[in-house]
């Protein structure tokens, strides 16, 4: 039990600061509307190319998740983002990004030619996908607060989750399992739609400030650190 005092306390500091650094950032909640646009635009110049407009659309994605993640962390940082800040994201992580994407994807590809193969293969892909969710989780935190190669980052993640599943997850998959479900709901109107697309984007910002401040909270301490502190009221 406490363990569990000790877990909720740390979960009431995150969400807490997470909504407070979510009330003085609005600028963060625009960002993915901001992307969407992006994305849509290039998508329609970029379809006149081809496989080569395939391969700089994908690109383009990658610089705005590396946008995103530069913001994310200057509101995890700093308690403040600014117009700058959002000048400044351009391009940052952008290979970063493209590094993991690649990796995990080449890996992919190989297990589904070769898991193609066998009557299993479906049921088994599917587990290899469940694995990679669970180990590469905290691979966005890791690479705007981590700093290291692709299979570094990879290689973190399985290590950090391996020591902190058991926290982490009640918030990530709870998050996660929120935003799956919004994104699901059906709207008939344009004032629906709008008023979806806000929600959407202010509780992806809000789900990525708490990933990060609970990353940084496990990634600093260890259960027997955080019983210390709790016990001394820290």
């Given at each position: 039990?406490?363990?569990?005092?000790?877990?909720?306390?740390?979960?009431?500091?995150?969400?807490?600061?997470?909504?407070?650094?979510?009330?003085?950032?609005?600028?963060?909640?625009?960002?993915p509307l901001l992307y969407v646009?992006?994305?849509?635009?290039?998508?329609?110049?970029?379809?006149?190319?081809?496989?080569?407009?395939?391969?700089?659309?994908?690109?383009v994605f990658a610089g705005c998740v590396g946008s995103f993640l530069y913001l994310v962390e200057m509101m995890v940082r700093t308690s403040r983002v600014t117009l700058d800040d959002l000048r400044r994201s351009a391009g940052a992580y952008l290979w970063d990004v493209v590094g993991v994407t690649f990796v995990v994807w080449l890996g992919f590809f190989v297990l589904s030619t070769v898991l193609g193969t066998t009557p299993q293969g479906p049921v088994l892909f599917l587990g290899v996908q469940l694995i990679v969710f669970v180990f590469f989780n905290a691979v966005p935190e890791l690479i705007y607060l981590g700093r290291a190669s692709s299979?570094?980052?990879?290689?973190?993640?399985?290590?950090?989750?391996?020591?902190?599943?058991?926290?982490?997850?009640?918030?990530?998959?709870?998050?996660?399992?929120?935003?799956?479900?919004?994104?699901?709901?059906?709207?008939?109107?344009?004032?629906?739609?709008?008023?979806?697309?806000?929600?959407?984007?202010?509780?992806?910002?809000?789900?990525m400030v708490v990933r990060g401040l609970l990353f940084l909270e496990l990634d600093a301490s260890t259960r027997r650190s955080r019983a210390f502190r709790h016990r001394f009221g820290g």
């Amino acid at each position: 039990m406490s363990w569990l005092r000790i877990t909720l306390a740390m979960y009431r500091r995150v969400f807490g600061r997470a909504a407070e650094l979510i009330g003085r950032n609005w600028l963060v909640i625009g960002a993915p509307l901001l992307y969407v646009g992006i994305l849509l635009v290039a998508a329609q110049f970029l379809a006149l190319l081809g496989f080569i407009g395939g391969m700089l659309l994908s690109l383009v994605f990658a610089g705005c998740v590396g946008s995103f993640l530069y913001l994310v962390e200057m509101m995890v940082r700093t308690s403040r983002v600014t117009l700058d800040d959002l000048r400044r994201s351009a391009g940052a992580y952008l290979w970063d990004v493209v590094g993991v994407t690649f990796v995990v994807w080449l890996g992919f590809f190989v297990l589904s030619t070769v898991l193609g193969t066998t009557p299993q293969g479906p049921v088994l892909f599917l587990g290899v996908q469940l694995i990679v969710f669970v180990f590469f989780n905290a691979v966005p935190e890791l690479i705007y607060l981590g700093r290291a190669s692709s299979l570094e980052l990879l290689g973190q993640s399985y290590v950090f989750i391996g020591d902190n599943w058991i926290e982490w997850f009640p918030v990530a998959g709870t998050l996660a399992l929120l935003l799956r479900l919004l994104v699901s709901v059906s709207v008939s109107s344009v004032p629906g739609l709008l008023m979806k697309i806000v929600l959407i984007a202010l509780l992806l910002a809000y789900t990525m400030v708490v990933r990060g401040l609970l990353f940084l909270e496990l990634d600093a301490s260890t259960r027997r650190s955080r019983a210390f502190r709790h016990r001394f009221g820290g």
